[in-house]
C-alpha cells in the first residue's frame, strides 16, 4: 500500500500559476496526476517514473503543466502555468506500485492507490 497526501490547490485567476505536491510514501513503479471536473470523467494528466525520472503529458497540458519528483522530500509535484478555467477540477495523484512497463501512462487500471485529491479553480 502506498500512501498518497495532495496539497497546493486552491483558487487563481486565469493565467496565474499553482504548484501541487504528492505526500508519497511507499514504494512506486509510476506516479500519475489526474483530474476529474463536475460531471466529467477522471482524466490523466502526467505521469513520472519515480525510478528513472521519465515523464509523460496529455496534449492539454503540455507546455504548460511541470511533473518533477523531489527525492529530499519524497514528494512528486506538478507546478501548472498558464492556467484555465478548463483546468478546473479536483485533482489526484495516484501510484503504481506493480507496474512493469512505462507503457500506458495515465491508464486508470494500472494504479493502485490514490490521494484524496485538492481542488483547484480556474475563475475567469
Known amino acids: 500500500q502506498v500512501q498518497l497526501v495532495e496539497s497546493g490547490g486552491g483558487s487563481v485567476q486565469a493565467g496565474g500559476s499553482l504548484r501541487l505536491s504528492c505526500a508519497v510514501s511507499g514504494y512506486t513503479y509510476v506516479v500519475g496526476w489526474f483530474r476529474q471536473a463536475p460531471g466529467k470523467e477522471r482524466e490523466g494528466v502526467a505521469a513520472i517514473s519515480t525510478g528513472g525520472g521519465k515523464t509523460f503529458y496529455v496534449d492539454d497540458v503540455k507546455g504548460r503543466f511541470t511533473i518533477s519528483q523531489d527525492h529530499t522530500k519524497n514528494t512528486v509535484d506538478l507546478q501548472m502555468n498558464s492556467l484555465k478555467p478548463e483546468d478546473t477540477a479536483m485533482y489526484f495523484c495516484?501510484?503504481?506500485?506493480?507496474?512493469?512497463?512505462?507503457?500506458?501512462?495515465?491508464?486508470?487500471?494500472?494504479?493502485?492507490?490514490w490521494g484524496q485529491g485538492t481542488q483547484v479553480t480556474v475563475s475567469t
Open positions: 495516484a501510484a503504481d506500485r506493480k507496474g512493469t512497463t512505462w507503457a500506458s501512462q495515465l491508464s486508470l487500471q494500472r494504479y493502485d492507490d
